[in-house]
């Protein structure tokens, strides 16, 4: 395995992203690896087979993505201090648009990252159906190794405390 000098790590800023976050910076402080979290914005196309879309479409989506820039800053900020309190020294915040797994693979990618750390879950029940499970995907088609962290676990909920 190459050395580790580069770790994506996908967030969506729910209750689990915490627990993958943290999992995420102790590997990055072991090895003195630079950290993109990264969140992704749905194509909102994907979803045509149920609604249509919005006239508007274009100035929707680019909310969204000014949204989501912001809330990345904040979540930077906000844990800065906990990340360099795990050693990790460099850390990125990108905001992207499109399939979720082709995205987070294509930024792993163009980013030369060496792991992708990842949660297990994220869509459920219908959803999940539909779009199947973007963890399942990015393994399959990672251009590196994709370490999956189960945040329902309960080992990963005491060690958190």
Request: glycine fraction near 4%; proline fraction near 4%.
């Amino acid at each position: 395995m190459r050395e580790i000098k580069r770790i994506v790590t996908p967030i969506d800023f729910s209750d689990n992203t915490e627990t993958i976050v943290s999992a995420a910076a102790c590997i990055a402080g072991k090895f003195s690896a630079y950290l993109d979290f990264i969140f992704v914005v749905q194509k909102f196309e994907d979803y045509t087979a149920f609604f249509t879309p919005p006239a508007n479409l274009p100035a929707m989506r680019d909310d969204l993505l000014n949204a989501a820039k912001e809330k990345m800053n904040a979540f930077i900020e906000d844990n800065k201090d906990e990340l360099y309190a795990l050693g990790v020294s460099t850390v990125n915040g990108q905001v992207i648009s499109g399939d979720i797994a082709e995205a987070i693979v294509n930024y792993a990618d163009w980013a030369n990252a060496q792991l992708i750390i990842m949660g297990t879950h994220g869509y459920k029940g219908f959803n999940r159906i539909v779009f199947g499970s973007v963890a399942e995907r990015v393994v399959k088609t990672a251009c590196c190794p994709v370490m999956t962290v189960n945040p329902y676990r309960e080992e990963c909920k005491k060690n958190q405390k």
